[in-house]
T-cell receptor
């Protein structure tokens, strides 16, 4: 049982380049999330989705776009990468039972923008 | 005021010691609470869930004080493997969590 899988695990981009981070979950979870984590700042929510075809902005959405065309996948796009987007990106998912049982996280993507 | 505030530490303790730390939260509507553990450069992993006044799981005890809006985590008989950053996470509804920046614990031999 894979849980939450993120690809790629590492990436180096040049300023202005674009890329897409893929998150896939096999737990049939309704909710999916993208966070970034920077030293000393904790996890900050970028975008989230409460179901297939829906997305919403989180705390730090600027410079990112997302799509949830299939229930199991949540894509995070950087249209024009900037050095400020150098970070570790975590995807997470959770179920929709009406009680919050917490998130399951992917192993992260380490992105460096030069 | 931040939604979640934690003492960043680090708490440096010898093996076998007891260590405890608190977390305060600002949203009184929070219904459930979690402690996550994060090892260096790894993803956060769920350590404990707290749905009522507290929870105990082996050497780990979490206590919730709704009146004062804080939760605590106590680790007894610390092991080297307990060295990690512990994230306090209140839930505001059935799908959204708010993460604290974490408390770092280092257990030394």
């Amino acid at each position: 049982n894979a849980g939450v899988t993120q690809t790629p695990k590492f990436r180096v981009l040049k300023t202005g380049q674009s890329m897409t981070l893929l998150c896939a979950q096999d737990m049939n979870h309704e909710y999916m999330y993208w966070y970034r984590q920077d030293p000393g700042m904790g996890l900050r929510l970028i975008h989230y989705s409460v179901g297939e075809g829906t997305t919403a902005k989180g705390e730090v959405p600027d410079g990112y776009n997302v799509s949830r065309l299939k229930k199991q996948n949540f894509l995070l796009g950087l249209e024009s990468a900037a050095p400020s987007q150098t970070s570790v990106y975590f995807c997470a998912s959770s179920s929709s039972t009406g009680v919050n049982y917490g998130y399951t996280f992917g192993s992260g993507t380490r992105l460096t923008v030069v | 005021r931040k939604e979640v505030e934690q003492d960043p530490g680090p708490f440096n303790v010898p093996e076998g010691a007891t260590v405890a730390f608190n977390c305060t939260y600002s949203n009184s509507a929070s219904q459930s609470f979690f402690w996550y553990r994060q090892d260096c450069r790894k993803e956060p992993k769920l350590l404990m869930s707290v749905y009522s006044s507290g929870n105990e799981d082996g050497r780990f005890t979490a206590q919730l004080n709704r009146a004062s809006q804080y939760i605590s985590l106590l680790i007894r008989d610390s092991k080297l493997s307990d060295s990690a950053t512990y994230l306090c996470v209140p839930a505001f509804n059935d799908y959204k969590l708010s993460f604290g920046a974490g408390t770092t614990v280092t257990v030394r031999a």
